[in-house]
């Protein structure tokens, strides 16, 4: 048997698009990429400070900014084509921007209106699903152009398989990355794309570090054994790695990242 027939593909380039990287998980995933040698695409909609913040606080040269709010007509497709513009050539992307969970957009269904219900579940289809899955088929059109290997990893929540009482659109919408990921991991598998998850529990970040300073703290910190949350760095640590061509064989996996808070079967 030739040898070559059991490794990975060694040409998917170093370089990567991150979305939503204005702070938080995409920040720490662009400095863990870029810790790599990858140069990265900080990609931001609104937060333009943080994505310069993000920019200069990375390692090697040649990264860039990419701005776009994906819900807006042709913003993926155009997302997609700036980043590879810019870097020549996209080999991984990570779609991680998204609306999470936090007061303002609560929807408890026994305790929210209708509107608010409703205006949940679409903006979270719209970001979280719908952005990722159009982003998601631009970067894979460049790269079965350009014939090259790539990977793709979705950043979805424990939130998908323990339930989110107070936020249901947030949890459907990242149980639908997941299911997403799944079905282009196979779709993809033959062009050379690697597609994989992490579903994330409570992390660190700007976004929830009012809920870690509150009263509820102690609640959030016991849910994992370990009596903390995750830092934003232990999870684009995973995720550089599910990247990295070398974890290919993972194509198609959901990686749970709870600190043993969710155990699923
Ligand atoms: N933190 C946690 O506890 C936790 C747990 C599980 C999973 N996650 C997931 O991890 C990821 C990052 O979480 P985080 O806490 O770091 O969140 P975050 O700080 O709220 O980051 C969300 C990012 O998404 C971008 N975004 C939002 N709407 C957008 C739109 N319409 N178009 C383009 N970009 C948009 C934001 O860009 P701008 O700032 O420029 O608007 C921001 O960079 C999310 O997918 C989240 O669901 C987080």
């Avoid at 860039?64 to 050539?89: I, N, Q």
């Avoid at 949350?229 to 990242?257: F, N, R």
Wanted: a negative charge.
């Amino acid at each position: 048997m030739d040898v070559t027939e059991t490794q990975p593909r060694a040409d998917q380039p170093l370089t990567a698009l991150v979305t939503g990287a204005s702070g938080g998980i995409g920040r720490a995933t662009c400095q863990a990429l870029a810790a790599r040698r990858y140069r990265v695409a900080v990609h931001w909609a609104v937060n333009g400070d943080g994505a310069r913040e993000t920019l200069a606080s990375l390692p090697g040269e040649g990264h860039l900014l990419v701005r776009g709010d994906l819900t807006e007509p042709g913003a993926p497709e155009r997302v997609v084509s700036d980043a590879g513009d810019g870097l020549g050539a996209l080999g991984v992307l990570v779609n991680n921007a998204a609306i999470a969970t936090g007061p303002e957009n609560r929807h408890h269904p026994a305790e929210c209106s209708f509107a608010d219900w409703s205006a949940a579940f679409r903006g979270m289809i719209d970001v979280n699903l719908r952005a990722a899955a159009d982003v998601s088929y631009w970067f894979a059109r460049q790269a079965i152009e350009a014939g090259h290997a790539a990977s793709i990893v979705n950043v979805g929540s424990r939130g998908a398989f323990r339930g989110e009482p107070e936020h249901p659109a947030y949890a459907a919408t990242k149980a639908a990355l997941h299911a997403l990921g799944q079905s282009l991991a196979v779709a993809l598998a033959p062009h050379g794309i690697v597609v994989t998850s992490v579903a994330p529990g409570f992390t660190a970040t700007e976004r929830t570090a009012d809920r870690l300073a509150g009263a509820g703290r102690e609640r959030i910190t016991a849910q994992s054994p370990f009596g903390r949350v995750a830092s934003a760095e232990e999870v684009a640590h995973a995720i550089a790695h599910l990247a990295d061509p070398a974890s290919s064989w993972a194509s198609g996996a959901i990686l749970d990242l709870n600190g043993a808070s969710y155990l699923r079967s």
